[in-house]
């Protein structure tokens, strides 16, 4: 996949096509899950889809200018998430001084198939079978 800049998901419009993408980026089967057989009451969710809803979370409280005990909660979770991949590849960076930015260089990386995630994902309000 090429990394590049994009125009979806913007952090300065909250129209509804934008709330529609970032919707689309985390279904809402895959935030809580229940495991099939297991009486306990313990939900799950896959690690994916609650860290894009989180951003969707962060977007939104941005947006709003009201931070929330959610918002903080996902940008830690986002936070730890980011530390336990630890990527380390080398990215180009450089400044842009008109406006005054500082970017990563597009590059190519390759990644794992997300797709696959959400074709996992079981409908909503049923257990998950393993």
Not at 33 to 52: E, K, P, T
Request: hydrophobic share 35%; net charge negative.
């Amino acid at each position: 996949m090429y990394l590049d800049e994009t125009d979806h998901y913007p952090l300065d419009d909250d129209s509804a096509i934008m709330r529609q993408e970032y919707d689309s980026l985390a279904p809402r089967q895959g935030l809580t899950i229940r495991l099939d057989g297991d009486n306990s009451g313990q939900l799950y969710a896959v690690s994916m889809v609650h860290q894009l809803w989180c951003l969707d979370v962060i977007r939104h409280d941005w947006w709003t200018k009201n931070v929330t005990h959610l918002s903080e909660h996902c940008l830690n979770y986002l936070r730890q998430s980011i530390q336990c991949t630890s990527d380390s590849h080398l990215e180009g960076m450089y400044v842009q001084r008109d406006p005054y930015k500082l970017n990563a260089y597009h590059y190519d990386v390759i990644c794992n198939d997300w797709t696959a995630v959400y074709d996992a994902l079981p409908p909503l309000g049923s257990s998950l079978r393993f």
